[in-house]
Nanobody, 115 residues
Framework: QVQFVESGGGLVQPGGSLSLSCAAS????????MGWFRQAPGSQRELVARITSNDNTDYSDSVKGRFTISRNSRWNMLYLQMNNLKPEDTAVYYCNVGDGNYIPWGQGTQVTVSS
């Protein structure tokens, strides 16, 4: 059974905004911190942002000040608000537990930033 379902990706112009959502299994969401990851063409998957069970957050240097991670424990949802998007943000975005070790990964959602 699918454990992570990402949505909200699309095509946006540089400087624009996009909001991503991830629906996670109840048991996973309750126990682990959560994170957003991304993989650009020809690149390794990288951590974008993490949020712990007590709402501490961490961001990669490339997105600090532009992205915000949040969670809704009642509905088992994880969110990523992305502002001031840049072409280098183009990637497939995935959610997972905070250390990225839960198998299987979801299909992700494509974010394309282009004029």
């Amino acid at each position: 059974q699918v454990q992570f379902v990402e949505s909200g990706g699309g095509l946006v112009q540089p400087g624009g905004s996009l909001s991503l959502s991830c629906a996670a299994s109840r048991s996973i969401f309750r126990v682990y911190g959560m994170g957003w990851f991304r993989q650009a063409p020809g690149s390794q998957r990288e951590l974008v942002a993490r949020i712990t069970s007590n709402d501490n957050t961490d961001y990669s240097d490339s997105v600090k000040g532009r992205f915000t991670i949040s969670r809704n424990s009642r509905w088992n949802m994880l969110y990523l608000q992305m502002n001031n998007l840049k072409p280098e943000d183009t990637a497939v975005y995935y959610c997972n537990v905070g250390d990225g070790n839960y198998i299987p990964w979801g299909q992700g959602t494509q974010v394309t930033v282009s004029s």
